[in-house]
């Protein structure tokens, strides 16, 4: 109790005294059971400022809700009446409901064909071009045109049909400025742009050429702000009584009278400026606007108008838009240089010097030191890439020329310096090159010099080091790739013809199951086609049964079998018969994926396929992960593991190279066996095939793996049969070439961690095509093993002795 008075009595006694102060430094009235907390600095204000209201309104506190009724369509009688109860409600365009409006409408009150040819030239730089015609003055080519509005004038002036059309159309709420001008006016699209880009829409304006009377003249084109013209059109009623011998007078009289505004041919720093052309009287058939465009530009401020009148003909409409057209590109062009000077001056105050091109870092910086890029080092016969496991490569191909043309330029720019006039060229010391995928390719290049009169070559050579870049001058955005979902169909074709591969594929059932058992559910439908070819009935009845045992553990899946057996006598190349068979059998409405029996994959990977497989637009070759021979990989981890036993000390027997009597003459596969040997007991089950640098590579010379729908396949086979022949189809090493050189069709490689290829071996016959064997050739000396596992085997005899 008393513990509790002691925290107690101090925490009241603050709290009343914050209570008093608060109600001493704020003034509390009550008012109809709501209280108002006035702004304690409005005790200490003047009187003055507290009777006076001031300018700013704040406007939160008197706000309510304004349900604006749209304008009523009438419903149509002939069709039948619907019921009112099965009325439908339609959600209003969120940019209605938060005020976005377009720019500008440009509003042509048309008499002629004149209106058509405006139509085009301006039609594509503003939102929105409307006409207004009489309906007796419509023709055919009128006609045909979408956005016009035709009315009848009934005895009135025009401008009341107009402005009651607008009305019913809601034009006036749905744009932030109203350019009005008759058709035989011109007006230059990039001046109005400008203009309405740059000065504020929100307050009431009318911008024209004035009349004596202050009024906007119609000829001269009108530009008013939304503000205005929505008082304009509320106010339209107050135009019914004006009786004007044209028009157009009256138009003008309309617009000041119902919006109050005086005509101002001028907003912040934006002149209104109308060119009239004068009626030569000299001789008539000059005077038209289309033969003097260019005399009329010479004069200063043609160039700068906003309206031009009086157009004659559709010639003048579209010489006087060429022309407007071309003063835009000359300002543009201008723009453009001044831009460049100005980098180019901001760039000298850059710490590395003026970079290249203009404005783009310079290449020496790696971002962090996480991102150090990797030059490729060359020599005049020699290139070192970044490679694991080719570190040097004769220079030879596009790079030969590629660094021949480097040289050359190089030499060039070292020539332009005049200091260097009495050296002369003695060679290529080296050079680096990297490819910034924001610049190009960017070289460095050490050139030696020698001085000409130095014969004997006694004194120093000079080098020089120039730094070059190839820039991209092209790149083009891929826009527009079809929308895919994940449901469609996947038919799995599996070719089989070897024991090996027969081997192989009872692995991948057998994998496959545990996949459906370990993922259950998938309502999308996958087949597996296995086709068989120069199988023996015995193989190919297990396979069978396999098949039919994982369509039962399936089920959930959606999956069906079925085994494909070709005949032995079909000669052609297997990936075709196979892709035939199947696409006869199931149809060519779907994707087809064509795997290895040796692929090891994840159940992602077929999601992958569903979405990177495009119909009439993209073939998918992922790009698997190749394991190395196993023998190899396995020998090497025997090495090591002993060598690691022997540094450590845990090994008693002195060295396994002596144990295992390794020596120099023993051939290399005989050693791999008996170090194989050594292990042969623990690894009678299958390893799992890890992504590991040790383990294999991502092989980007192999295509065997890809997926396309059935009518592509179909569509590319026999582009493909035309244009080499039926005698290339049969001697291929796969169908890379056929995907390759479609211009609609476009080739996905992608890294695809999901899928891992078993090893197995690679056979590159010599009667392929030249490419294909290179590719063959590189394939398999890629994949076998890394460098180092290669190495420690063929050195095993030295190990321990060094
Ligand atoms: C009028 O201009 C619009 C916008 O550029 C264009 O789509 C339409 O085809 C033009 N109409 C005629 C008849 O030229
Ligand atoms: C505008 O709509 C009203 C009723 O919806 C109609 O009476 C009037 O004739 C229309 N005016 C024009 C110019 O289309
Ligand atoms: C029109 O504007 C003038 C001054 O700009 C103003 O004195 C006058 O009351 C306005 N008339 C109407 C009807 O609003
Ligand atoms: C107007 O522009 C044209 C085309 O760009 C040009 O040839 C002409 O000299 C310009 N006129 C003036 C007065 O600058």
Known sequence: MVYGARTGVPLLVGLSIGVVLALLTSDFSWQHSSFVRRCPAGLFSGPAIAESPTDYVDNAEHWKVVVKKLPMVQPNSHQNAPHPESKVVRARFAATELGIREKLIVIILGQSSLSVAL?????????????????????????????????????????????????????????????????????NPFRLNDIVNHVNWNVPRVLGAANSDGNC??????????????????????????????????????IRHATNLSCSNFVKKYDYRWWKVEDGGDAAGASAVHDRVLTLSKYPGFNESLTVSQLLSDADARSLHEHFVRVEITKIDEEIKLLDLESRDLSLANVDGPSWPTAIPSYSKAPNRYQVSKWEYFTETEIFRNKPNQNVEPLDGNDLLDIKEVIAAAKEMVLKDYSTKDLSFFG????????????????MVDLIYRFSDDLNGESESVVKRIHLCRPIVNTRLMHQVPYVKEDTDVTVVIPVQSSDDATALRKFIRRHRDLCISSPVDN??????????????????????????????????????TLLLLRSEVKSFFTIAALDAAVDHYGNQMIYLYLSPYADFHKEFYDRIRINTIKHFQVYVPIAFSEFHPQIVNAYNILMESEDKMASGKSDSANLADNMFIDNEQPVIERLRRLNAMSSDKNKLEKVLLVHKDQGSFDTNDFSVFSIYGDDYVQMRDSFREKYGEGAMFNMLDLAPMFTGHSSFHLLRAVEPGLRLRYRPK????????????????????????????AKIIFSHLSGKS
């Open 428 to 443: 290529l010391r080296n050079g680096y090159r990297l490819f910034d995928p924001r610049r190009g390719m960017d070289y």
């Open 524 to 561: 999308r439908q996958t087949r597996i086609a296995v086709v068989l070819r120069g199988i023996d009935p015995t193989t190919a009845r297990l396979i069978g049964s396999d098949l039919s045992d994982l369509k039962a553990t399936c089920k959930s899946w959606q999956m069906d079998t």
């Open 217 to 254: 003249m119609l000829q001269g084109g009108i530009l008013l702000s939304n503000p205005a013209m929505q008082s304009l059109i509320q106010q339209r009623h107050l135009c019914h009584s004006i009786v004007k011998p044209s028009d157009h007078e009256a138009l003008e009289l309309c």
């Open 763 to 790: 056979m590159c016959s010599t009667k392929l095509p030249t490419a294909d064997y290179a590719r063959c050739v590189l394939s398999r000396s890629e994949t076998l093993a890394t460098k180092a596992q290669l």
């Open 119 to 187: 139509n085009a030239s301006i039609g594509r730089h503003v939102p929105r071009v409307q006409l207004f015609v009489e309906t007796s003055r419509i023709d055919a080519e009128m006609a045909t045109m979408s956005n016009i509005v035709p009315y009848r004038p009934n005895g009135q002036h025009a401008h009341v049909s107009i402005f009651n059309s607008i009305f019913n159309q809601t034009l006036h709420e749905n744009y932030d400025w109203f350019f009005v001008i008759p058709d035989t006016s011109y007006v």
